[in-house]
């Protein structure tokens, strides 16, 4: 009786303990108080320090200086520092003449933008329609993956030897479904830096659901990816240089460099070619040549470090074991139907995708954001899945490069969808403007090529290793 006194009276203690202790926000970002002015103290002000950003225009992507035009200026002029997010997204932020008098709650900080942003109103209908649609599809394609697969493997694994020679289906191409593919180097560097980018955003948008983002704080989200993606240069070399072993490569170092240089490069200097525009236009959002040579020296001194030693832990690593071996002569791969070939199937695999993005809805909170983050990974991996599984009974066991290229081709989609939307959203006039729409398009088309095709073939290559491991092969 005593002991479970001595734990009630524990347990409240701890809970008024608890309750009585201050909080924290995990962002770094606190409410501020604000008093009316016969209230004022020093930790009470009565006035809001109000700020101007950069001016942007429909007719045109170059962002300028607030004082660029005739405004009111302040007479105290203040900068405050911007971090690496800022400073990328061309965000210049000063001080302004202009005072608040109205301590507006913290609560409703938000609200006078999404009244004024009628477009960013939630449409639960269309979430959870697109919800159900995409649960339906991913349980009918488990179902019918899962019966017919069932019963593959159980009449192969009744066959005799002898029989089996009159067979057909993916069982056939047994010892040539692990045959190392064409252009392996390339394939391997792409499914390295692809790793690089799905890490990356998955951790970003894990963070900025727990909150450690705020939308607040500016350029936090993207400050975030830059680092992420420095830092992880390690598993970048080593999905590369695994890879790239198993295929059968030799020539490690350039399997290396080009894991380090290739993609990072191509971006790069697109990225240069258009910061060079918005110099010679005097955009606000031109990056200084030192956060250029800082974003170098980030590239150089860590990231490509880095993957070399992603790389060296790679190639110390024994190559993938395969469930079946491979034969030394290639088996004749069958004529093949209209859509089993390489272009259609891989535009089917865009077909399925497409239709699970929410149509073409677009949400702004990260908790939504996540989930689309989710669906698409499970769609990209299902289609890309079913696919293979159709190529391989039609005995084409091509399949290194077509799991990569069905769930990529997805970016086509999305350079469609901004030509679309330049053309009939957009009133942007001036050749600079447009050259610079384009480019950051195919900057981000890039990334999201190599996002969803790695994502496309590693549940690929989880599929076929699973189906080959458990049939019978003498």
Known sequence: MELRIHLSCLLVYSLVSFYSCSGFYLPGLAPVSFCEQEKVAEDCPDTIQLYVNRLDSVESVLPYEY??????????????????????????????PYKENNSIKWASRWDYILVSMPHTNIQWFSIMNSLVIVLFLSGMVAMIMLRTLHKDIARYNQVDQEDAQEESGWKQVHGDVFRPPRKGMLLSVFLGQGTQIFIMTFITLCKSCLGFLSPANRGALMTCAVVLWVLLGTPAGYVSARLYKTFGGEKWKTNVLLTALLCPGIVFADFFLMNLILWVEGSSAAIPFGTLVAILAMWFGISVPLTFIGAYFGFKKPAIEQPVRTNQIPRQIPEQSFFTKPIPGIVMGLFFILNSIWSHQMYYMFGFLFLVFIILLITCSEATILLCYFHLCAEDYHWWWRSFLTSGFTAVYLFIYAVHY???????????????????TMIMVLIFFLFTGTIGFFACFWFVNKIYSVVKVD
């Open 422 to 440: 330049f053309f009939s959203k957009l009133q942007i006039i001036g050749a600079a403007s447009t050259f610079l729409y384009f480019g950051y």
């Open 67 to 96: 004082d660029m035009f005739d405004f009111c200026k302040d007479k105290d002029e203040s900068r405050p520092s911007e971090n690496l997010g800022q400073v990328l997204f061309g965000e210049r932020i000063e001080s302004s």
